[in-house]
């Protein structure tokens, strides 16, 4: 069974710091993907890392896969109170006739004003 | 374009019923994907039908089962229910080819008493 552990589960920051989301596995993945989702909707694709070692940027924020593809990490500078959200890693292997995502167990992110 | 449209957005029943739960993909999807994500948690897995078909299932009862209509809208279908399935449904819908992004809708909240 492919897993993804998320850390840390949980963070409150002031508004301006820097933060980091961690997301392991065991397991080597095709791609993965982070994904934000807000209080009553659906998680939003943020980014999607397909080669070991690929570092993305999306404004703020900066994601890396890591070389053995089995973990990525999400970097967040000066954090904005509209950063808030449960950030969502999730795995996925394609070359078989299913794309499920196997998702992490999230990260809970507060940025206070 | 309208994104992925689930509907109810909310609902209440009593262990023991059955529930139906419908999804409407973006224009041009031909692939539904199903997910169930309890408070706290990262989504699972339930389902993805891709031309009516059934492509994957995820380690979920035979009271959960799914299908696909010619017009690429879904339902996924819960029996006897139970308090454990109290959650939030989530539908999402992609080009179902190879590698295409998953749009996820804001989900039902299924909620059992």
């Known amino acids: 069974t492919q897993l993804l552990e998320q850390s840390p589960q949980f963070l409150s920051i002031q508004e301006g710091e820097n933060l980091t989301v961690y997301c392991n596995s065991s397991?080597?993945?095709?791609?993965l993907q982070w994904y934000r989702q807000e209080p009553g909707e659906g998680p939003v694709l943020l980014v999607t890392v397909v080669t070991g070692g690929e570092v993305k940027k999306l404004k703020r924020l900066t994601f890396q896969f890591g070389d053995a593809r089995k973990d990525s990490s999400l970097h967040i500078t000066a954090a904005q109170t509209g950063d808030t959200g449960l950030y969502l890693c999730?795995?996925?292997?394609?070359?078989?006739?299913?794309?499920?995502?196997?998702f992490g167990t999230g990260t809970l992110l507060a940025v206070q004003p | 374009d309208a994104g992925v449209t689930q509907s109810p957005t909310h609902l209440i029943k009593t262990r023991g019923q059955h529930v139906t739960l419908r999804c409407s993909p973006i224009?041009?999807?031909?692939?539904v994907s199903w997910y169930q994500q309890v408070l706290g948690q990262g989504p699972q897995f339930i389902f993805q039908y891709y031309e009516k078909e059934e492509r994957g299932r995820g380690n979920f009862p035979d009271r959960f089962s799914a299908r696909q209509f010619p017009n690429y809208s879904s339902e996924l279908n819960v029996n006897a229910l139970l308090l454990g399935d109290s959650a939030l449904y989530l539908c999402?819908?992609?080009?179902?080819?190879?590698?295409?992004?998953?749009?996820f809708g804001n989900g039902t909240r299924l909620t059992v008493t």
């Open positions: 999402a819908s992609s080009l179902g080819r190879g590698e295409s992004p998953l749009h």
């Open positions: 397991s080597v993945f095709s791609s």
């Open positions: 224009s041009g999807h031909k692939s």
């Open positions: 999730a795995g996925t292997n394609y070359g078989g006739a299913t794309n499920k995502l196997i």
